[in-house]
């Protein structure tokens, strides 16, 4: 993609690009690539949004401090809520969103971290822990339409974890329109 290109997207409101480093969508590419391609949209001021395997944010944690825009962690980092909330992998995440002011984490996927199924409560302390360790750093989504999930959720019942996980109604508000509206720039 040329920099005119680039600009162009930019020009149309365009403020972020995804990585998604699954197995089933080819793995971990080529990090030289990755690379430059995030130099190329920090200059644009975009973020990027990285989605990873289960228990792996503590070997991506020095990729992702050493860039150079902010980044958010895409279904709370895949936490596995089977391995509770001393899991060295939610540990990682915990304390890359604290200690990175670049490091945001999107508050979702719920069903996909639940190992109880319907309603996904079990999920809920560490949407609560994520929220609690950086409420400026956070945003919330539906993951409509829900690919790939094991048990597929009522995207009413996702939206009636939201005070069980952010019960403050400023804090909620900040998951919900402040932080999104930074991030996204949207009003500018």
Known sequence: M???ELEALDKAGICGC?????????????????????HRVAELGWHVDVYFEPGTIGEFAPVLSALPTRYVIDHMGTVQAAKGLDDPAF?????????????????TGLERASSTGKPFHDAVPFAKMLIDNAPDRVLWGTDW???NVKIMPNDGEVVDLIP??????AVRH???VDNPARLFKFGS
């Open 145 to 147: 339409p829900h690919p």
């Open 164 to 169: 069980l996980f952010a019960p403050d109604p």
């Open 2 to 4: 040329s920099d005119k």
């Open 91 to 107: 540990r990682a995440l915990l304390d890359l969103h604290q200690k990175d002011e670049k490091c945001w984490v999107k508050i």
């Open 18 to 38: 995804r990585f998604a480093f699954l197995k089933r969508l080819g793995g971990v590419g080529d990090m030289n690539k990755f690379n430059r391609i995030v």
């Open 174 to 176: 900040k998951l919900l």
